[in-house]
Every structure is written in structure tokens, then in C-alpha cells.
């Protein structure tokens, strides 16, 4: 199952491009993944005010990592048990990594783990990196 949680047509009047991303909530075997494309500060305060039950296992951290105000705001409503980063370390704010560890999520980066694989059944979710450090 699936819930497009934003998508209003692109791009969104007054929104840049980046807050006009689609944000989309997949749901299997009562696990939850949330794909936040790349919004950005004004985006990620759209997706709060939006939807009270934002709670999921995976989300794919938004805006590739880069620095948000609102980025431990996201992190207290999904709770996220598990968190990827799809940047460059160029883009990737230290603050989003810090929150994201500070609430103990285990955060993986493309940019150091290569492709990341979830795969979900009735015995959970099990994590696979394409790179092993």
C-alpha cells in the first residue's frame, strides 16, 4: 500500500522546486517507508502540518542530507528506525547526521555504503549494503 502524502502538480505555485518533490509513504507487512524526494526547510514544514502519522521505519532523509532547521522536528514525528542518506559529502549536512544519531537511528550513506537494499517480511527488516566498510 501505498499514500502520496504531497503531490499537488509540479511545481507547486510559490514553492521551489526542490519543496514542489512528491513525498510518498509505502506501507508492506505493516512496516513503513518514507520517501521524502527533496524537500527542503519549507517542504518539511508542509509534510508536518499535513498528516499527524508521519511514523516510519525507513525514511530516505530529505534534501540528499543538506542542512535543515526542521530536520529533528521530521525526526520526532517518523521515528525512524532506519534513515539513508542519497547525497555527496559535499552536500551533507553534519547537524542531519548528528540528529539522526542522536535519536538512534542507523543512518547509511550512499556515498559510503553504495546501494542500499531493504528487504521486508515477516521476520522484519533486514539491511543490506552494496559497499561494506
Known amino acids: ?56 521505519d525507513v525514511i530516505e532523509v530529505p534534501h540528499h542530507g543538506g542542512f535543515c532547521v526542521k530536520t529533528e522536528d521530521l525526526i520526532r514525528h517518523v521515528r525512524p528506525k532506519h534513515a539513508i542518506i542519497s547525497g555527496i559529502p559535499s552536500v551533507v549536512s553534519m547537524p542531519t547526521i548528528e540528529a539522526y544519531e542522536k535519536f538512534g537511528s542507523n543512518l547509511f550513506k550512499t556515498y559510503q555504503d553504495g546501494a542500499i537494499t531493504f528487504t521486508i517480511n515477516e521476520d522484519g527488516i533486514q539491511v543490506s549494503k552494496f559497499l561494506q566498510r
Do not use: H, Q, T
Open 1 to 56: 500500500d501505498k499514500d502520496i502524502l504531497r503531490y499537488e502538480g509540479f511545481p507547486v505555485n510559490n514553492l521551489s522546486v526542490n519543496d514542489s518533490s512528491s513525498v510518498v509513504l509505502i506501507e508492506y507487512l505493516d512496516y513503513k517507508i518514507l520517501l521524502c524526494a527533496d524537500i527542503g526547510e519549507y517542504g518539511i514544514k508542509l509534510l508536518l502540518s499535513g498528516k499527524d502519522d508521519l511514523n516510519a
